[in-house]
């Protein structure tokens, strides 16, 4: 198939891009570029089979007023614009695979996971956030022809969460962060490379999926978890003044307990080859 990603230049496009390439596709990717004034985007997407649309600020660094601007435009915003794109094509792209995120749902514990038939988002600047990026994306197409991944966080060995906990961890830094009871919902890189595979390999599939592996654990014992597979300690406390001061509001990404389960793609038959994060971590860092 012919397939354009936008926001293919982050971490999961650059696993996505070679990943769909290796299967025959063909795969275009695109980052920020794409829709400044003098990209011919509409030419791009023309005639497409698959958009995969990625597109999104990090939100991982401290949130001013004008990152949390940026953020919110780069995922309702430009979503937006998007539509309006798309829909003035005379052939726009047959399907649209999104990424959306686990921040839709209001905080839950590890005991207490919640799955695709909770249909409330959650009441903080997550919440909102996440419900109008949805919201969005959901001008891009048709029901019947959009799918909706909303990610955990992503284990890659290369960077995402992962690369920025690693020097500390490393450097036998590691330890629980605000008391480390918050629920932590994780998906590895490989995991998430084959959902895609498995979305384009069933076209009636569309709605909105979860894509967290199916067992989520605690911020205290990833942590605790991740330093034995390095062979490191797991003792300094990170504390929740420490975060805020560091990250102002985007400290919630850190602080917020979210326990996710993905029902929807484990009733279709998507099995996980890392289902539990001690398979996770041994293969990211054998």
């Not at 966080?153 to 961890?169: E, I, T």
């Not at 330890?175 to 979305?199: E, M, R």
């Not at 654990?217 to 975060?243: N, T």
Request: proline share 7%.
């Amino acid at each position: 198939m012919r397939m354009v990603i936008l926001g293919g230049t982050g971490l999961v496009g650059s696993h996505l891009k070679p990943f769909l390439e290796q299967q025959g596709h063909e795969v275009k990717a695109f980052g920020q570029s794409a829709f400044e004034p003098e990209f011919d985007l509409a030419a791009e997407l023309n005639g497409l089979d698959v958009l995969i649309q990625l597109s999104g600020t990090n939100i991982g660094q401290r949130w001013t007023q004008t990152h949390q601007q940026r953020i919110w435009d780069s995922r309702v915003d430009l979503n937006q614009r998007l539509a309006t794109l798309l829909a003035s094509l005379p052939e726009p792209p047959k399907r649209v695979i999104a990424a959306s995120a686990i921040g839709f749902y209001p905080e839950s514990d590890c005991e207490h996971p919640l799955d695709e038939s909770h249909s409330k988002a959650g009441e903080n600047t997550f919440g909102d956030l996440v419900q109008a990026w949805e919201k969005a994306l959901a001008s891009l197409a048709p029901p019947e022809r959009l799918l909706t991944f909303r990610f955990g966080v992503v284990l890659a060995s290369n960077g995402g969460a992962l690369g920025k906990m690693l020097p500390a961890f490393k450097l036998g830094l590691g330890g629980p962060i605000a008391g480390g009871h918050q629920c932590f919902s994780w998906v590895h890189i490989d995991d998430l490379l084959h959902a895609f595979s498995w979305a384009l390999q069933h076209p009636e599939r569309h709605g909105t999926f979860n894509l967290t592996a199916p067992q989520p654990v605690s911020q205290a014992e990833f942590g605790r978890q991740l330093a034995h597979q390095l062979h490191r300690p797991f003792w300094l406390p990170v504390f929740r003044w420490q975060l805020t001061l560091l990250l102002g509001d985007g400290a919630q990404v850190l602080t917020v307990s979210q326990a996710v389960i993905p029902t929807k793609l484990t009733e279709a038959g998507f099995r996980f080859q890392y289902p539990t994060l001690k398979a996770a971590l041994a293969h990211l860092f054998p």
